[in-house]
């Protein structure tokens, strides 16, 4: 995943979708890339109907005002819970978060290590590990938290174990591919030395990969947290849960106030996060970035052997990224502390589980018919479809500003950076909460949620790649005179466009489990029957519209990896 650290140890790529721009003349016109040309125009063409069909518009918009004007009356002064309880809850909701981020950051080394082809010890292991990848991000976390307050009735428990499983599906495979992509020099040295599997990984795979995984699991973390807000309206304690207590309780201001609380902890942990990364791995320019020769010796000289005459010095470096390494230890652990993990219930619940777990099986659809179910599939997709058509428009604009090879100045790169860390911070479900109540039910509301999330996600990534592009074309095109933007159009955009294909794979991807979760809150799609499933205790249909998901992610992933293979 491109994030706002470049990783030294590899070439910057899409999540989820590796593509290399190749400079110099066009790619030879193959049956395969004629098709791929054509899939993509049909899944844009698709989007643009789902789009158009929701009929979202600014008159449509405008006739909204008046709803949003009792809105604004009926919530009044906004109001906060004592500070007592805010505080309190605040920790709580950030100890939980760490702590599945945490988890699921132990759990994908060993899943990344057998979905990598290079260090997988056969292909029924990455077979495995691959499935586990695409498996535990298919389910949405909500699903797991109902499981889990089934297991373990309430508590922290349920929300951590949700948040840990449903993540090691993306921060796996994202370490799985940097693995992948690994110089092989340091690995193969420690085998010819006669080193184990284990000291090959971690002498001769793990320095190389240890800067793209640390940057994965603080972007995670920064997920996780927004996400945090929808596992309150199934149970899961929290700022989530008083907030969906307020909401459905018709408490507008008590559950505004908890929203801003969100927010501001949402756009505080991403500029944490942000500079975090900057500190433990460095900022470089497109320019002057460490070349993987670089980065391979330094895996080298950590997987070498210390004598008693060559102990590494204490550099300044050295000395940060301790304190820093166990300032994570002391996060970490003051996380699980304050979540009040009863250890117990780990040991105690395996007898119960033959008897929750028959619940889920077999999958029917209960008193809906398939074509029902098919059809709010369908729905969710389209909402998926439509939120990265409009996401992208902006993006563009957006993320084009951001670049430091575009941007006019530094003031407007600032400016588009900082919009984009601010577009982020906005948790999805509560921006959807409030066009809910403002517009009604439906898809509008999902779409514009979705779309508005997805302009801070891809128009970052938009600007690290187009940072990403090769100079020289650029620097011929001004040398002839060119004015900016006909050096961008002819340039810069046409070198990051595998990029930004594969970017916006990626956010169809997110969209597709973002839908299934809005809908839970009103957006429309399959996530409405989810919750009632949920809180209907019909747990059979519940595995039905969860084995929906895992065929449509599937589907996509498919499909990308298909496109992968052609563009490359």
Not at 400 to 428: D, Q, W
Request: aromatic residues 6%; charged residues 10%; glycine residues 10%.
């Amino acid at each position: 995943m491109s994030l706002d650290t470049k990783i030294p140890t590899r070439p910057p790529a899409a999540p989820g979708l590796a593509l290399k721009a190749k400079p110099g003349a066009l790619p030879r016109p193959t049956p395969e890339r004629t098709a791929v040309v054509l899939t993509l125009l049909a899944i844009a063409g698709v989007s643009i109907y789902s789009l158009a069909k929701a009929e979202i518009s600014l008159a449509n918009m405008l006739g909204s005002i008046a709803n949003a004007e009792r809105f604004l009356a009926r919530v009044g002064t906004v109001k906060f819970p004592p500070m007592a309880e805010l505080l309190e809850l605040t920790v709580l909701t950030l100890g939980l978060v760490l702590t599945g981020t945490l988890l699921a950051a132990v759990l994908s080394v060993p899943v990344a290590y057998l979905a990598a082809a290079n260090t997988t010890p056969g292909r029924g292991f990455q077979a495995a590990g691959r499935f586990i990848t695409v498996f535990t991000r298919a389910i949405p976390d909500v699903v797991f938290a109902m499981v889990f307050i089934l297991v373990f009735s309430l508590g922290a428990l349920p929300g951590i174990l949700a948040i840990g499983l449903h993540s090691i599906g993306m921060i796996s495979k994202l370490f799985a591919d940097a693995i992948e992509q690994i110089d092989e020099g340091p690995r193969l040295a420690i085998r010819a030395a006669g080193g184990s599997k284990t000291q090959e990984f971690v002498g001769g795979v793990l320095p190389q990969v240890l800067p793209s995984w640390i940057a994965t699991v603080l972007h995670r973390n920064d997920i996780n947290l927004r996400g945090s807000v929808i596992l309150g309206y199934v149970g899961v304690v929290g700022l989530g849960q008083d907030m969906s207590h307020a909401f459905k309780s018709l408490n507008y201001s008590l559950g505004m106030g908890i929203a801003i609380v969100m927010f501001i902890l949402c756009v505080a942990m991403e500029l944490v996060s942000g500079a975090i990364r900057k500190v433990l791995l460095g900022h470089t320019s497109a320019a002057g970035r460490t070349s993987k020769r670089a980065a391979a010796r330094r895996a080298a000289r950590a997987a070498t052997p210390l004598t008693a005459n060559s102990a590494r010095p204490w550099t300044p470096a050295r000395i940060r990224n301790l304190i820093w390494g166990w300032g994570a230890v002391a996060v970490a652990a003051a996380g699980v502390w304050v979540c009040d993990i009863k250890w117990m219930d780990l040991i105690e619940v395996w007898p119960k589980l033959p008897a929750i777990m028959v619940q889920f099986w077999p999958p029917n659809f209960g008193s809906y018919d398939f074509a029902t179910m098919a059809s709010a599939m369908g729905k969710t997709l389209a909402i998926a479809l439509a939120a990265v058509i409009l996401s992208l428009v902006f993006s563009l604009l957006l993320g084009s500003f951001a670049a430091r090879n575009v941007a006019p100045t530094n003031a407007v790169r600032t400016g588009s950076r900082l919009a984009l860390v601010i577009i982020r911070g906005v948790p999805e479900v509560i921006l959807a909460i409030m066009l809910i109540v403002v517009t009604g039910l439906g898809s509008q509301a999902g779409i514009i949620a979705l779309a508005f999330g997805g302009v801070g996600l891809l128009g970052k990534l938009i600007a690290d790649s187009l940072e990403e592009v090769q100079t020289g074309p650029q620097k011929a095109l001004t040398a002839t005179g060119a004015t900016r933007l006909q050096t961008y159009t002819a340039s810069t955009l046409p070198q990051g466009a595998r990029a930004i294909i594969g970017h916006s794979f990626y956010l169809l991807d997110t969209n597709i489990r973002a839908a299934t979760i809005l809908g839970i809150v009103g957006g429309g799609g399959i996530g409405y029957y989810l919750l009632n499933a949920g809180q209907g205790s019909n747990y059979q249909l519940v595995t039905s519209i969860v084995l929906m998901i895992l065929v449509t992610v599937l589907a996509v992933e498919g499909l990308a990896m298909w496109v992968r293979k052609v563009l490359r």
